[in-house]
């Protein structure tokens, strides 16, 4: 049997031979790029890599399959360099330039939010814009709707929870409306069971919530057994309930909530996880972009072929970058063809990430840069 330390040996040579293989490669790949340049050729071509890769595949024997995924890790490094040489991107660099650096924050901004007084997302408009007024709207699409028209500067829309997952209504309006997420904030979200004065644990039967509070609260609500009814908002929960005065019905919010519509607190920290928190997005069709920005949004499809989402999702991985959001969405009257929503940790004023937007801009079927902003 070969001693193990002898075969490192003989790895590491071929190692140096490879990196050697691999400079000389990408110096052809810049030759290559000066080339399209000077005559106007796209970087990417689909019949081209496809003939490298099934060779490579062919040509691999036993290890045909993980041949072809180095070529095709190997291809997006050379295309990468190639954007970068002849400068692609245009539109989406001069479309950064151009944004603005600070939200505007005075008494004469508006701010929209879906649902009522004490509702959450009141409360992150309250800790992000403490001196503008709040605009309230019965659902998330009239939100989006605001923001459109022009009847409020910014909406504020929850897209995720730690326990109970993603907003798909609100992502799906994301990737519908395309505008702008200027900011965001991760609020820790505490959930009461809040009823009549007169009410006592004993009398509940019914709990009424949000269905992402309810599901928030799943193990609560199964362990007592107890109906729970759907509302279009926390808030508004905690409103009916005062309004329709059930002794054995409470609603599922927050302590301002129960406040605000005269409620008692029966029980505190109904919901599932201790550490429970909701992300909230601020939407603008103004791209705003502030110096200490952290994390990136885009929306994209891929190329209808084998591996393209692993692919670019490679690409993240070679630039060091982080990945903390991915979400699909089929596109309407097209079956098996989606768009996806990404989130990842950067700054557009490295040159990586950016040479990354660009590159993928040009190459994209479909994309759309959706902001660079702070989460809170």
């Known amino acids: 049997m070969d001693d193990l330390q002898n075969i490192r040996k003989e790895i590491n040579s071929i190692d140096r031979e490879l990196l050697k293989l691999f400079e000389k490669r990408m110096r052809c790949s810049i030759r290559v790029a000066e080339y399209k340049k000077e005559n106007g050729i796209p970087i990417f071509n689909e019949e081209r890599e496809k003939e490298i890769l099934d060779r490579a595949e062919k040509d691999g024997g036993e290890f045909g399959y993980a041949a072809r995924l180095l070529f095709s890790n190997i291809m997006e490094l050379s295309r990468g360099i190639q954007h970068d040489i002849i400068g692609s991107g245009k539109k989406i660099r001069r479309e950064i330039g151009e944004a603005e650096k600070d939200i505007t924050s005075c008494s004469d901004t508006k701010i929209a939010v879906q649902g009522i007084e004490g509702a959450n997302s009141h409360e992150a408009a309250q800790k992000l814009f403490p001196n503008c007024r709040t605009i309230f709207y019965k659902s998330f699409s009239k939100v989006f709707e605001a923001v459109d028209k022009g009847e409020a500067d910014y909406g504020i829309l929850p897209v995720e929870n730690s326990s109970a997952g993603s907003v798909s209504a609100v992502y799906d309006l994301i990737l519908k409306y395309r505008f702008y997420i200027?900011?965001?904030?991760?609020?820790?979200?505490?959930?009461?069971?809040?009823?009549?004065?007169?009410?006592?644990?004993?009398?509940?039967?019914?709990?009424?919530?949000?269905?992402?509070?309810?599901?928030?609260?799943?193990?609560?609500?199964?362990?007592?057994?107890?109906?729970?009814?759907e509302c279009t908002n926390t808030a508004v929960a905690a409103k009916k309930i005062a309004e329709e005065k059930r002794l054995n019905c409470a609603a599922i919010c927050s302590e301002k909530a129960a406040d605000e519509y005269g409620l008692k607190v029966i029980a505190k920290g109904c919901q599932n996880y201790k550490d429970n928190s909701t992300r909230f997005i601020v939407i603008s069709k103004q791209l705003i972009i502030p110096d200490n920005a952290d994390k990136v949004s885009l929306c994209f499809s891929v190329p209808h072929t084998n591996g393209a989402l692993y692919s670019v999702l490679g690409r993240f991985s070679s630039n060091g970058m982080n990945l903390t959001k991915l979400e699909s969405r089929t596109i309407d009257g097209i079956p098996f063809e989606y768009l996806f929503y990404l989130d990842f940790q950067g700054n557009v004023q490295s040159e990586k990430v950016i040479n990354m937007l660009c590159a993928l801009s040009e190459e994209m079927p479909e994309f759309s840069f959706l902001g660079n902003y702070k989460e809170v």
């Open 182 to 229: 200027v900011k965001a904030i991760k609020l820790p979200i505490e959930h009461c069971l809040c009823g009549l004065k007169q009410s006592e644990f004993g009398d509940i039967e019914q709990v009424w919530s949000h269905p992402q509070a309810l599901a928030q609260c799943s193990e609560f609500i199964s362990e007592y057994a107890l109906k729970a009814v």
